[in-house]
Protein backbone atom coordinates (compact mmCIF):
# COMPACT_ATOMS: atom_id res chain seq x y z
CA UNK A 1 0.00 0.00 0.00
CA UNK A 2 1.22 3.33 -0.80
CA UNK A 3 1.19 6.85 0.69
CA UNK A 4 -0.28 9.86 -0.79
CA UNK A 5 0.57 13.12 0.52
CA UNK A 6 -1.72 15.82 -0.01
CA UNK A 7 -2.46 19.76 1.21
CA UNK A 8 -5.72 21.47 2.29
CA UNK A 9 -6.15 25.18 2.96
CA UNK A 10 -8.64 26.34 5.62
CA UNK A 11 -8.81 29.69 6.95
CA UNK A 12 -5.54 30.74 5.21
CA UNK A 13 -3.59 27.39 7.16
CA UNK A 14 -2.39 24.92 5.12
CA UNK A 15 -2.45 21.36 6.42
CA UNK A 16 0.21 18.97 5.16
CA UNK A 17 -1.25 15.38 5.21
CA UNK A 18 -0.65 11.57 4.31
CA UNK A 19 -2.82 9.49 3.58
CA UNK A 20 -2.86 5.16 3.28
CA UNK A 21 -6.51 4.09 1.65
CA UNK A 22 -7.06 0.48 1.87
CA UNK A 23 -8.34 -1.24 -1.92
CA UNK A 24 -11.99 -1.66 -2.55
CA UNK A 25 -14.92 -0.74 -0.07
CA UNK A 26 -13.79 -1.06 3.76
CA UNK A 27 -16.37 -1.22 6.74
CA UNK A 28 -13.84 -0.23 8.86
CA UNK A 29 -13.10 3.38 10.66
CA UNK A 30 -11.13 5.45 9.33
CA UNK A 31 -8.09 6.25 11.85
CA UNK A 32 -6.29 9.19 12.35
CA UNK A 33 -2.46 9.45 13.27
CA UNK A 34 -1.34 12.66 15.37
CA UNK A 35 2.54 13.01 15.48
CA UNK A 36 4.43 14.87 18.88
CA UNK A 37 7.49 17.32 19.53
CA UNK A 38 9.67 17.51 17.02
CA UNK A 39 8.19 15.12 14.52
CA UNK A 40 6.16 15.29 11.52
CA UNK A 41 3.32 13.21 10.25
CA UNK A 42 6.71 10.79 8.53
CA UNK A 43 7.53 9.34 11.69
CA UNK A 44 3.81 7.24 10.84
CA UNK A 45 5.67 6.20 7.36
CA UNK A 46 5.86 2.61 8.48
CA UNK A 47 2.33 2.84 10.64
CA UNK A 48 0.09 3.74 7.35
CA UNK A 49 0.33 1.35 5.13
CA UNK A 50 -0.09 -1.52 7.08
CA UNK A 51 -3.34 0.08 8.65
CA UNK A 52 -4.61 0.52 4.63
CA UNK A 53 -3.45 -3.12 4.12
CA UNK A 54 -6.28 -4.56 6.58
CA UNK A 55 -8.71 -2.18 4.92
CA UNK A 56 -8.21 1.01 7.30
CA UNK A 57 -7.94 4.01 5.80
CA UNK A 58 -5.36 5.94 7.44
CA UNK A 59 -4.21 9.61 7.85
CA UNK A 60 -1.38 11.28 9.56
CA UNK A 61 -1.53 15.23 9.33
CA UNK A 62 1.67 17.58 10.05
CA UNK A 63 0.34 19.74 12.45
CA UNK A 64 0.29 23.69 11.86
CA UNK A 65 3.65 24.61 12.53
CA UNK A 66 5.50 21.77 12.01
CA UNK A 67 6.33 19.34 8.89
CA UNK A 68 5.16 20.58 6.20
CA UNK A 69 2.33 22.16 6.70
CA UNK A 70 1.54 26.07 7.15
CA UNK A 71 3.97 27.88 9.74
CA UNK A 72 2.15 31.06 10.19
CA UNK A 73 3.80 33.59 12.69
CA UNK A 74 2.23 33.88 16.28
CA UNK A 75 0.37 37.03 15.49
CA UNK A 76 -1.69 34.88 13.12
CA UNK A 77 -2.10 31.42 15.01
CA UNK A 78 -1.27 31.35 19.29
CA UNK A 79 0.22 27.51 19.07
CA UNK A 80 -1.65 26.93 22.32
CA UNK A 81 -3.54 23.75 22.64
CA UNK A 82 -6.91 25.74 22.09
CA UNK A 83 -5.44 26.38 18.86
CA UNK A 84 -4.25 23.76 17.29
CA UNK A 85 -7.53 21.86 18.59
CA UNK A 86 -9.49 24.35 17.08
CA UNK A 87 -7.32 23.87 13.27
CA UNK A 88 -7.44 20.34 14.19
CA UNK A 89 -11.77 20.47 14.47
CA UNK A 90 -11.50 22.54 10.79
CA UNK A 91 -8.75 20.21 9.27
CA UNK A 92 -11.41 16.84 10.35
CA UNK A 93 -14.69 18.50 9.53
CA UNK A 94 -13.05 19.28 5.76
CA UNK A 95 -12.09 15.37 5.38
CA UNK A 96 -15.59 14.70 6.20
CA UNK A 97 -14.15 12.47 9.02
CA UNK A 98 -17.44 11.55 11.39
CA UNK A 99 -16.11 8.88 13.44
CA UNK A 100 -12.59 7.61 13.80
CA UNK A 101 -9.74 5.49 15.89
CA UNK A 102 -7.12 7.85 17.36
CA UNK A 103 -3.68 7.16 17.47
CA UNK A 104 -1.26 9.79 19.55
CA UNK A 105 2.30 9.81 20.30
CA UNK A 106 4.35 12.22 22.15
CA UNK A 107 4.27 15.85 23.25
CA UNK A 108 1.40 17.49 21.04
CA UNK A 109 -0.37 14.28 21.69
CA UNK A 110 -1.73 15.47 24.37
CA UNK A 111 -3.23 17.86 22.08
CA UNK A 112 -4.95 15.51 20.59
CA UNK A 113 -6.24 13.95 23.57
CA UNK A 114 -7.57 16.99 24.59
CA UNK A 115 -9.50 17.13 21.36
CA UNK A 116 -10.72 13.41 22.21
CA UNK A 117 -12.05 15.21 25.21
CA UNK A 118 -14.18 17.66 23.37
CA UNK A 119 -15.45 15.69 20.57
CA UNK A 120 -16.09 12.18 22.39
CA UNK A 121 -18.57 11.42 19.52
CA UNK A 122 -16.19 11.49 17.26
CA UNK A 123 -14.01 8.65 18.94
CA UNK A 124 -14.73 5.12 18.45
CA UNK A 125 -11.22 4.50 20.57
CA UNK A 126 -7.43 6.08 21.34
CA UNK A 127 -4.28 4.46 21.10
CA UNK A 128 -1.74 6.16 23.00
CA UNK A 129 2.22 6.03 22.08
CA UNK A 130 4.63 7.18 24.92
CA UNK A 131 2.22 10.78 25.94
CA UNK A 132 2.34 13.13 28.66
CA UNK A 133 -0.97 11.64 30.27
CA UNK A 134 -0.34 12.85 33.83
CA UNK A 135 0.01 15.29 36.05
CA UNK A 136 4.11 14.46 36.87
CA UNK A 137 4.66 14.82 33.43
CA UNK A 138 7.39 17.34 32.74
CA UNK A 139 9.00 18.93 29.62
CA UNK A 140 12.19 17.32 28.97
CA UNK A 141 15.33 19.64 29.59
CA UNK A 142 16.65 18.48 25.94
CA UNK A 143 12.94 20.37 24.48
CA UNK A 144 12.49 22.77 27.78
CA UNK A 145 16.09 24.25 26.44
CA UNK A 146 14.26 25.05 22.78
CA UNK A 147 11.98 27.45 24.77
CA UNK A 148 14.48 29.95 27.06
CA UNK A 149 14.59 33.19 26.28
CA UNK A 150 17.73 33.58 23.70
CA UNK A 151 19.13 30.75 24.00
CA UNK A 152 15.63 28.80 22.63
CA UNK A 153 15.83 31.63 19.51
CA UNK A 154 19.02 29.89 18.72
CA UNK A 155 18.29 26.46 19.23
CA UNK A 156 15.64 26.00 17.09
CA UNK A 157 17.30 27.64 14.11
CA UNK A 158 19.74 24.16 14.49
CA UNK A 159 18.86 21.86 12.00
CA UNK A 160 20.17 19.40 13.94
CA UNK A 161 18.12 20.18 16.87
CA UNK A 162 16.14 17.40 15.38
CA UNK A 163 18.39 14.81 15.23
CA UNK A 164 19.24 15.08 18.88
CA UNK A 165 15.93 14.86 19.95
CA UNK A 166 14.25 12.07 17.85
CA UNK A 167 17.71 10.24 18.50
CA UNK A 168 17.87 11.05 22.26
CA UNK A 169 14.10 9.99 22.67
CA UNK A 170 14.31 6.87 20.78
CA UNK A 171 17.90 6.23 22.32
CA UNK A 172 18.69 4.59 18.90
CA UNK A 173 20.45 5.95 15.53
CA UNK A 174 18.05 7.12 13.11
CA UNK A 175 19.17 6.72 9.05
CA UNK A 176 20.45 10.18 7.19
CA UNK A 177 17.79 9.24 4.10
CA UNK A 178 14.98 9.43 7.38
CA UNK A 179 16.73 12.48 9.17
CA UNK A 180 16.63 14.34 6.04
CA UNK A 181 13.18 14.00 5.60
CA UNK A 182 12.95 15.60 9.50
CA UNK A 183 15.22 18.46 9.03
CA UNK A 184 14.31 19.60 5.84
CA UNK A 185 11.43 21.53 6.83
CA UNK A 186 14.20 24.04 9.11
CA UNK A 187 16.14 24.04 6.24
CA UNK A 188 13.57 25.50 3.97
CA UNK A 189 12.79 28.67 6.51
CA UNK A 190 13.03 29.99 9.88
CA UNK A 191 9.48 29.82 10.52
CA UNK A 192 9.82 26.23 11.14
CA UNK A 193 12.47 27.21 14.17
CA UNK A 194 9.68 30.04 15.38
CA UNK A 195 6.80 27.65 15.25
CA UNK A 196 8.49 24.82 17.22
CA UNK A 197 9.50 28.10 19.80
CA UNK A 198 6.16 29.01 20.40
CA UNK A 199 4.56 25.92 20.44
CA UNK A 200 6.88 24.73 23.45
CA UNK A 201 6.20 28.24 25.47
CA UNK A 202 2.61 27.55 24.70
CA UNK A 203 2.12 24.54 25.36
CA UNK A 204 0.49 24.55 29.06
CA UNK A 205 1.27 21.34 30.10
CA UNK A 206 0.26 21.30 33.70
CA UNK A 207 -3.31 22.95 32.81
CA UNK A 208 -3.59 20.14 29.49
CA UNK A 209 -2.53 17.44 32.42
CA UNK A 210 -5.24 17.84 34.63
CA UNK A 211 -8.43 17.88 31.45
CA UNK A 212 -6.58 14.86 30.72
CA UNK A 213 -6.13 13.15 34.08
CA UNK A 214 -9.74 14.34 35.33
CA UNK A 215 -11.40 13.91 31.65
CA UNK A 216 -10.22 10.16 31.37
CA UNK A 217 -11.70 9.04 34.29
CA UNK A 218 -15.11 9.24 32.92
CA UNK A 219 -13.95 7.88 29.59
CA UNK A 220 -16.38 4.63 27.99
CA UNK A 221 -14.61 4.09 24.67
CA UNK A 222 -11.82 1.69 24.74
CA UNK A 223 -7.99 2.77 25.29
CA UNK A 224 -4.92 1.06 24.44
CA UNK A 225 -1.77 2.58 25.46
CA UNK A 226 1.84 1.32 24.36
CA UNK A 227 4.32 1.99 26.25
CA UNK A 228 8.50 2.06 25.20
CA UNK A 229 9.94 1.17 28.36
CA UNK A 230 13.30 2.87 28.16
CA UNK A 231 11.43 6.32 26.69
CA UNK A 232 13.85 8.54 29.37
CA UNK A 233 10.77 11.41 29.38
CA UNK A 234 7.92 9.62 30.47
CA UNK A 235 7.77 6.97 32.79
CA UNK A 236 6.22 3.41 32.63
CA UNK A 237 4.14 4.36 35.96
CA UNK A 238 2.63 7.19 34.72
CA UNK A 239 1.03 4.66 31.94
CA UNK A 240 0.29 2.28 34.50
CA UNK A 241 -1.33 4.57 36.72
CA UNK A 242 -3.99 5.95 33.70
CA UNK A 243 -4.75 2.47 32.78
CA UNK A 244 -6.22 1.93 36.25
CA UNK A 245 -8.11 5.30 36.29
CA UNK A 246 -9.64 4.41 32.53
CA UNK A 247 -12.72 2.50 32.78
CA UNK A 248 -11.60 0.24 29.54
CA UNK A 249 -7.54 0.60 29.32
CA UNK A 250 -5.14 -1.90 28.54
CA UNK A 251 -1.29 -1.42 28.42
CA UNK A 252 1.19 -2.75 26.59
CA UNK A 253 4.78 -2.73 27.69
CA UNK A 254 7.22 -2.46 25.00
CA UNK A 255 11.06 -3.71 25.92
CA UNK A 256 13.70 -1.25 24.40
CA UNK A 257 11.96 0.75 23.21
CA UNK A 258 12.23 4.76 23.76
CA UNK A 259 10.10 7.44 23.61
CA UNK A 260 9.04 7.52 19.79
CA UNK A 261 8.07 3.85 19.28
CA UNK A 262 7.04 3.83 15.82
CA UNK A 263 10.38 4.93 14.59
CA UNK A 264 11.97 2.35 15.23
CA UNK A 265 9.41 -0.74 16.19
CA UNK A 266 6.56 -0.03 14.23
CA UNK A 267 6.04 -3.82 13.71
CA UNK A 268 5.85 -4.44 17.63
CA UNK A 269 3.53 -1.67 17.40
CA UNK A 270 1.29 -2.83 15.05
CA UNK A 271 0.77 -6.61 16.31
CA UNK A 272 -1.59 -5.06 18.84
CA UNK A 273 -3.00 -1.29 17.06
CA UNK A 274 -3.89 -3.06 13.86
CA UNK A 275 -6.69 -5.59 16.24
CA UNK A 276 -7.30 -2.93 18.26
CA UNK A 277 -8.75 -0.71 15.56
CA UNK A 278 -10.51 -3.23 13.58
CA UNK A 279 -12.53 -4.01 16.76
CA UNK A 280 -13.69 -0.09 16.08
CA UNK A 281 -17.54 -0.29 15.48
CA UNK A 282 -19.26 2.83 13.57
CA UNK A 283 -22.30 4.42 14.62
Known sequence: MSITEHKITLDSLAWFYRVAEPIGKTDLLPVVL??????????????????????????????????????????????????????????????????????VQGFLGSVGLQYALRHPEQIANIAILNTPISSTAKLPWKIQQMGLPLAGEMMTQDPLLVDRTLE?????????????????????????GRALLATIRNLQLA???????????QWQQP????????????????????????????????NNVGHYPQEHYHETVLQDLLPFVRRAEGK
Open 207 to 217: KAMLEIESGFK
Open 34 to 103: LHGLVSQSYSWRNILPALAQQGTKAIAPDWIGFGFSSKPEKRDFAYTPDAFIKALEGFIKALDIERFSLV
Open 223 to 254: ILIQWGMIDPWLSVEMAENFVKSVPKGELVKL
Open 168 to 192: GGSRYVIADKDLDVYRQPFLKTSAA
